[in-house]
Structures are given as C-alpha cells and as structure tokens.
C-alpha cells in the first residue's frame, strides 16, 4: 500500500529529489511549494520574470495566470533510489486552502514516478478584487507517497515535459488540421447575438474590421459591468457602515448638547445669584449710608456743602463695584 511520507523522510528529499528545497516549508506530511521565476499572463498572452527588477505578479478579477514552481522535482529512478531503496514515488500536488478563500481556483494535478523537471500550474482569479504574490510565496502543496514492490510503474514517466525547466507552454496537440466550421460545437445559439457577430467577422473586409472591433467593444463593456457590480457592492458596505456611524454620531451630539445645556443652565443660574447677592448687598449700603446721614445733622451739613464733588466720587464708587463683580463672574 502507498504510503505517505513525513517530514523527516521530506527532508531527506531536499537538495537531490526536491532541488532549490528550502527546510522551512517542510509541512508534517508535505512540503510547500513556492512560485517561480517565469510564467505567463494567459488572458494577455504576456510572459514575465521575476525576481530582477519584478517582485510580484497582479492578478485581476476573472484573468489566468501560468506559474511556475521555484522548486525543480527529480523522480528518477536513479536519485530516488539513493534515500529509499526499491522505491518509487508518486506525487499530488494542490493548492493551499488560503487560495481558496480569497477565490483563487487551481486544479490539483499529479506527479508521476520518474518524472524529473519543473511544474507548471494555472490559477484563475474568479474573485472581484484583485490578487497579488510574490517572488518565492508559499501557495502550493507537495504531497508525497512512496511505492513499494507491486505499486512500481513497469515504465516511468517520460512524457513531452520530461527534464524540462522553466515555464513550459502546452505541447498539447491540438486539433487536426482540415476540419470544417460546421464540424465544430460551440455554446453560440442560432439566431443570438454572438452568431450575428461572428458572421459580420467571416463577411470580409469592411465588415470584419467592424465586428471584431464590436467584440472587442463587448468584451470591455463585461469588464465594466463586472467593476462596477463590484463598486457598486463596496459603495453598499460603505452606506451601511456611514449609517451606522451617523447614527452614532447623533446619539453622541445629542449627549455633548445636553451636556452642554446642562452646564450654560447651571453657568446662568449661578451668574444670577451672584449678580442679585451683589446687588443687594449694595442696595442695603446705600440705604444704610442716607439713613445714617439724614440723621445725623452734622453729616447732614457736610453732605449737603461738599455734594459736588462726593457725588463724583460715588458714581466711580459704583462702577469700581460693578467691574470687580463682573470679572469675579467670569472667573466662576
């Protein structure tokens, strides 16, 4: 029966079966593989490099990307039997699940006894943001089985990509040359708009400049509808959470009005009850001060022949007392 190697037999693997491994990705019961140098962006037909000038890809919302593994596996016969004698091993290799959860789709694909060079994947962003990885991130999972006696292939692999290294498109045949249109099935229904397009594309020339320029047109228009389904949904979270905010920002100023009312009232309240103590405290002075004179003849006399310049001197008295309360009331 297959058996499933640990990390003590995957680390053994490293530098011979797995070459450019690195001891950290080494997992209990796999090893983490982590992206390659080269690839290519299918949706645009454009390859890359990295780990010069790039760091990084960007993948957008409903594109592909072929990427490569850093690390270079050596199945053969020959190295495998070097660590595990009457050994061979088998391999399946699948994405890690933090892909899935921020929609990335890759298929989980196998590695076959003897297979030697590196491995190609495609990932498709089916996401409506955009996903980006560096040079060298972990985001694929090697797992691996050692075969023993009836378990042994008779014949390894030694397909089309054997030994080979880097990014390596499709060698995949492809179909036949000199089938007939009409040979073909397609998903386009008779009568639809696809099918008229496509027959003002095969009509010649002017009209074939004119569809395929519509095609290209119909194309953008998706990706428009498709980003703006997206802003759209944003614009939704950010009206939900500014209302909620809002909310809360009404119950918090009518919390700071309040309060503020509360000390203007209790201010007032006080500034008052200064103002009538002060007064009155006066009034009664005043009223002390003529009772006193008027009955005593004397200061009745002195009064009445030095008025012209007391008189003054009481009004500045007065506003003398008016300004010390005052301040003394905006202090409080």
């Known amino acids: ?7 003590h037999e995957i680390k053994k693997l490293l530098g011979s079966v797995i070459i450019n491994g690195d001891i950290t990705s080494v997992r209990p019961n796999s090893y983490i593989l982590r992206l390659g140098e080269v690839g290519e962006f299918l949706n645009a037909n454009k390859e890359f490099e990295l780990g010069k000038k790039k760091k990084g890809i960007k ?103 054997q030994g080979e290294t880097g990014y390596i498109r499709s060698k995949r045949g492809g179909a036949p040359v000199g089938m007939k249109e009409e040979e073909w099935e397609n998903s386009l229904v008779d009568g639809g708009p696809e099918v008229l397009l496509e027959g ?15 095609k290209a047109i119909d194309l953008e228009l998706k990706n428009v509808s498709n980003e703006y389904g997206a802003i759209y949904d944003s614009i939704e979270k950010l009206t939900t959470k500014v209302t909620d905010l809002d909310g809360k920002s009404n119950q918090l100023s009518q919390s700071i009005s309040g309060s503020i009312k509360d000390t203007l009232s209790s201010e007032i309240n006080a500034i008052q009850n200064r103002w009538l103590i002060g007064g009155g405290t006066l009034l009664f002075v005043f009223i002390g001060l003529i009772l006193t004179i008027t009955g005593n003849p004397i200061a009745l006399q002195f009064l009445k022949y030095n008025a012209i310049w007391i008189g003054p001197i009481l009004v500045i008295a007065g506003i003398v007392v008016f300004y010390l309360i005052s301040k003394r009331a905006k202090k409080h």
């Open 1 to 7: 029966m297959a058996t499933l190697i640990s990390d």
């Open 59 to 161: 993948v957008p919302p409903g594109h592909s990307v072929a990427l490569t593994a850093f690390e270079i596996l050596d199945f053969s016969r020959e190295t495998v039997e070097k660590i595990f004698p009457n050994i061979d091993l088998h391999a399946i290799v699948s994405p890690t699940t933090d892909l899935s959860r921020e929609g990335i789709v890759a298929a989980t694909t196998h590695v076959d006894s003897g297979y030697h060079g590196t491995l190609n994947w495609t990932i498709t962003n089916t996401s409506s943001e955009e996903r980006r990885f560096v040079f060298k991130e972990r985001i694929f999972r090697l797992v691996i089985f050692k075969l023993e006696k009836d378990e042994r292939p008779e014949s390894v692999y030694d397909g089309n990509y």
């Open 200 to 214: 003002l594309i095969k009509s010649g020339y002017p009209w074939n400049i004119l569809g395929q320029k519509l």
